[in-house]
Every structure is written in structure tokens, then in C-alpha cells.
């Protein structure tokens, strides 16, 4: 069986805007076999009953998303999330593949028996196909390199409390021993770059959103990523990533690091980028997370530092928990789940935001699918409608508009700062590898048939 997927505006790489053309899906194999460019109307079209057919008409046909950055929290805190709902969620919004974090889960993905228990509790539920980041804590050098042989990504670090007892952070010297160890490994090591202790002023009103700000200053992402590419100085083989990047007087330290030939990538999160400080209002901790949403200043020199390059991609950071750890009813910001829910909503945030400030699809495309799908050493199945890849691809509507409401929310715990927001561009329909797992339209809940890479 073979499945063709013929449009009028298609987005293949390379092109700054979609073309029509037609693509090609093995369905034995869910490779993409073919690509040509034009439309194929219905009187052009086989009867050959072998072949399946789906005509996108003007929708935009995209590659499957690619999310790097989301937290599952299977097995442990299966009430926060799941690998059923959250990777359902990831479709609804065009993501054929998250790359789970090794916290907050429990056990976390330190060593090999806890990754084996992971993939365990991901069988048989994902909608999407995930992948899997280890994590490097305090006196688990010994368990890297089994780690890597067993086939995760790359090791996810913390250079500040990370909120969860079993994950603590690492000191500068044992950064030392593990950077050693991986030098001549082809992963990479992601840090959580805030450094120092976030604290909170006596007498301060937990329900202010400026205290939980101030209580985390761009400082404290300067000084981490000064550490950073002062260790990477030492071990200039091993490719160091800052994860979700919020603090723009860091993209300075980031320009003069790639100046200098340093191997380093940065991305940065959907709520950087479309929320901003002023809009914030008190008492809502549903806006909390770390590093914390800063001023429309700053969100504008981050938009500028992705468009530059020195920003290499976007994730969701999809951190959800609880409703009873968001406080939601005491509004008390300081003491909540530090996270935000945003799986399923990335594209039309993106979309939506990016139409203001001259952003083409073409440009979100290589932020939310190529970019990530390389970074997480995924670019030989991800990232592209090209030959030879999986035939993973979106057909979505750019000019829909829809709000935000909590039935559009297909995570766990239905809690997002979103709802309530106009938003542009909606997922109609996600296929992995020829196969749809996702259908707006759809009654019925489809069969899950990612697979674990």
C-alpha cells in the first residue's frame, strides 16, 4: 500500500513559501518515496485501489513537528502527564516526535534500568514517536556512556535546584569529570543555564507576579552561561546546549562564544516569545515558569537573536503538574509548580506571533521541525518532506482562527495560560509515517502507533 498526499501548498526544503506538489508514502516502510512538484487534480488520479490518496487542496501540507524539550513525567507523577495524553496533545498540533526529559519522572532517566522502565511504561500508548534525554546528576558519571549505548539523545543538567529532590544539580567539578568522560562522544549536554539561588525578599507578596521576576534575574542565566563556555574552552569537542533561554544580555555571551568557534546551540520556548511580563497579571500562577517570562523588551531582542541564528530553535518546555501544586486558588505565584502546559499549541502561538513581526512559515518550519530534529540527532528520519525520511507530515489550515478554551487542551491537566487567547492557524490533520494520528474532525480516539527511537 502506498499513500499519496497531493497540494497545492506544500512546504519542501529549501523553499521560502509552499509549492504544489505531491508526495509519495511507502506505507510498509513509512518512508517517503517520491516528491514531485505540481497538483494532482482528481481526474489525474489512479483507480489503482492499492494506492491511498489525500488531497490538501490550498491547506499547507508541513513536515511533522519536532518538540526537544517536554516533560511526560512517566512513570512516577503519571498525574502530572502521561505518554497517552501528552504525545495525543503533540499531534493535535502537528509533532510527530517529543524528546522526553529525564525529570520528573520517577525514577529519572540517570541510568540504564531507569531508561528500560520508561520505555516500558511508553509501549503501546504514544501517539507520536519519542525519543529520550538522560540525565546527569551528581555521581552518575559511570552511567553516561551505558546511557548513550542504550540510545538516549544527550544528558539534560541543572547548574541550580531543579525543584524535584531526585534530580539535584551538579557542581562546576563534577561538570568537570562528566565533560571528560563525553569529550569524544558525538552527544551533547543541555544545562539548565540559571546559576546561584533564586530568592525571595521578607515581607514580599507571594501573589505578585514582579516578586517571582525579581526573584530571578538575567543574572543568573549570564553567570551559568559564562560557566558554560568557560568548561567548553577545556573540552571544545563536546557540543553544549542551553536549554530554554529567556534572558536576552545572554545573547551577547552566546555571539562571542560562536565568534570564538565554540560548539554551542541555545533554544528558547514559545512563552518567551509570545507572553510578556506586563501582561501578566497578579495571582495568576499559570504563568510561572523558569526561568521566568521577562518584560517585551527583552521578547523582542530574543525574537531578534532567533532570527539572527544565534537562537537555534523553539521548544514547548511542556512542564505541567497538578491543579493542587499551581495554587491556583491562593494565586501565592512563589510557591507554585513552576511550569507551563503548552503541548498542542506551539504552531499557532508561533504563526499567530510571528505574522506580526514578518515571520514565514518556511522560517517556524526550520525552528519547530529541522533545527530540533538535528539537535536531537533525528535529522536522518525528521525535520523534512524529503526522500528517505519518514513520511511524517501536518495538513494545516494558516487562516483559521480560533480561542484558546480548555477543550482545545489535550494534555493531562488542563491548565494553560492560553486560554482565553485568539489564535491563528490550526492543525486539520497529523500522519506518521502515512498513518493519521491525529484528525480534528475525528469521533472516535485513532489507534496510538508511535515508536520509541
Known sequence: MILICTGRNVLLPNMTSPVPATLTVDLSTGKITDIVLGYQSSDARSDDPTVQWIDAGDKFVLP?????HVHLNEPGRTDWEGFRTGTRAATSGGVTVVVDMPLNSIPPT????????????????CYSDVAFWGGLIPGNQRNLEPLLAAGIKGFKCFLIESGVDEFPCVSGHELEL???????TSTVLL???ELGSAGTPENSDVRLYSTFLNSRPQKLETDAISLITSLQEKYPALRCHIVHLSASSALPLIRSARDAGLNLTVET????????????????????????????ANQDLLWDGLKEGLIDFVVSDHSPCIVELKRLGEGDIMGAWGGISTLGLGLSLLWTEGQRRGISIAQIVEWMSLKP?????????????KVGLDGDFVIWDPHTEFMVTSDHLNF??????YVGMTLRGEVEQTYLRGTLVYDIAAHEELT???QLL
Open 64 to 68: 511533522g513537528l519536532v518538540d526537544a
Open 110 to 125: 540517570t541510568t540504564v534500568e531507569h531508561l528500560e522502565l520508561k520505555r516500558k511504561a511508553a509501549r503501546d500508548q
Open 178 to 184: 562528566s565533560m571528560s568522560k563525553l569529550q569524544n
Open 191 to 193: 544545562f539548565h543555564a
Open 269 to 296: 520556548c514559545f512563552h518567551y516569545l509570545c507572553l510578556s511580563a506586563a501582561e501578566i497579571p497578579d495571582g495568576h500562577p499559570e504563568f510561572k515558569c523558569c526561568p521566568p517570562v521577562r518584560d517585551a
Open 373 to 385: 530534529a538535528e539537535h536531537a540527532g533525528l535529522g536522518n528520519l525528521k525535520g523534512q518532506l
Open 412 to 417: 493531562k491537566n488542563k491548565i494553560s495560560p
Open 448 to 450: 496510538p502507533v508511535g
